[in-house]
């Protein structure tokens, strides 16, 4: 899987359908949905980035993903809840070992939309993505130790909890204790027969 495959697939990444979510290419005019969320302190408290200060610098951000849509370096899904066309979050890939053939995805959420089950659907979209269409071996995904929802979310998908990294990131300025999860393909498979 080298830089030219990703370019392949990621350059026009492809759409992804769950029973509530459209899993699509971010724009431009999503900037209002997404400051929703990524302006809020408790939205950020567990991720590496601070909160955007105002709507303007979320529309920013959103046109400089477009550049790397278009290069293949960008591997994120904006979540859309279908019922109302709205995004309420993102999901994707974070990062990917060729060598190993193994990937790491990240997420974030709408607090509007959290206990619904709905990064679940998106999580295991992702996980189906990347062990069918990509040929992954593995998947991870490292969250902060103080992240309870969020390891949830990773469990309830049917990741394992492999442990901890005792302050293996310097976040804002402080040492963070990484949870680490994961899936291989041989489990997802055992339940998705069609992968076997």
């Given at each position: ?112 939309f959290w ?51 005792r302050d ?29």
């Amino acid at each position: 899987m080298n830089k030219h495959y990703l370019y392949n697939i990621f350059s026009k990444i492809p759409i992804l359908e769950t029973n509530r979510l459209t899993l699509r290419r971010m724009k431009a005019t999503d900037a209002g949905d997404m400051f929703e969320y990524a302006s809020r302190a408790d939205v950020t408290q567990y991720l590496t980035w601070n909160p955007h200060p105002d709507v303007d610098y979320t529309r920013e951000y959103l046109t400089q993903v477009q550049k790397q849509y278009e290069n293949g370096e960008f591997y994120d899904w904006a979540v859309i809840l279908r019922d109302e066309m709205k995004m309420i979050g993102s999901c994707g890939f974070t990062s990917f070992d060729d060598d190993n053939s193994s990937g790491e995805i990240g997420y974030v959420l709408n607090p509007d939309f959290w206990g619904q089950g709905l990064m679940s659907e998106a999580v295991t979209a992702v996980l189906g993505f990347g062990f069918e269409r990509l040929g992954l071996h593995r998947i991870e995904a490292k969250v902060m130790l103080e992240n309870v929802r969020s390891r949830r979310v990773l469990e309830k998908c049917g990741m394992t909890y492999e442990g901890t990294h005792r302050d293996a990131m310097l976040v804002k300025g402080e040492f963070r204790t990484i949870s680490v999860c994961a899936m291989l393909r041989e489990e997802f498979a055992a339940n998705n027969p069609a992968l076997k």
